[in-house]
């Protein structure tokens, strides 16, 4: 079954827009040479929604900006939301999601079989070494979509990707 862009509660939206707000104002000081986020906001917001610290760092701030008023809008019109918003959601539950099996694997604690659809033990043992290639592959899967172009619409891409999703 592939979800609907629609299918985001607008109180997911809502929280999508601030996030996206808050990095938008952190790029545009930083792209200015304003003072930066300091460590203990970003850990705050990348705790809430893991790995978008990654988009602080690809994306500008006018497609940060655009992108908090297009959650806002679709909180408040389920019509105007865009295919990449419930990506950009599963994709920050896929990184939770990995970061706890990393942090359950340091303490002893993962179990053999890892997971039901086996997406921690991928993450314990990721191609290449990079655990981002494991979460666009399951989201790939999620919603039928090709993970690259999933990959593009969340993250711009600097140079071509040397892992092949």
Request: proline content about 7%; glycine content about 10%; overall charge positive.
């Amino acid at each position: 079954m592939v979800p609907d862009a629609n299918a985001l509660p607008a109180a997911s939206l809502r929280a999508l827009a601030r996030k996206y707000q808050q990095l938008a104002a952190w790029r545009g000081r930083r792209d200015g040479d304003g003072p930066g986020a300091t460590r203990d906001q970003l850990r705050a917001l990348a705790a809430e929604f893991p790995g978008c610290l990654r988009e602080l760092d690809t994306l500008g701030a006018a497609e940060l900006a655009r992108r908090a008023d297009a959650c806002a809008r679709a909180a408040d019109d389920a019509a105007a939301a865009e295919a990449w918003m419930p990506w950009v959601d599963g994709y920050h539950a896929l990184v939770r999601r990995a970061l706890a099996a990393r942090e359950a694997r340091r303490r002893g604690e993962v179990p053999a079989e890892g997971g039901p659809d086996g997406f921690e033990a991928a993450v314990l043992a990721p191609p290449g070494g990079r655990m981002g290639v494991v979460v666009m592959r399951a989201l790939a899967e999620r919603f039928g979509v090709p993970a690259d172009t999933i990959s593009a619409a969340l993250f711009s891409l600097r140079r071509p990707s040397p892992y092949e999703l």
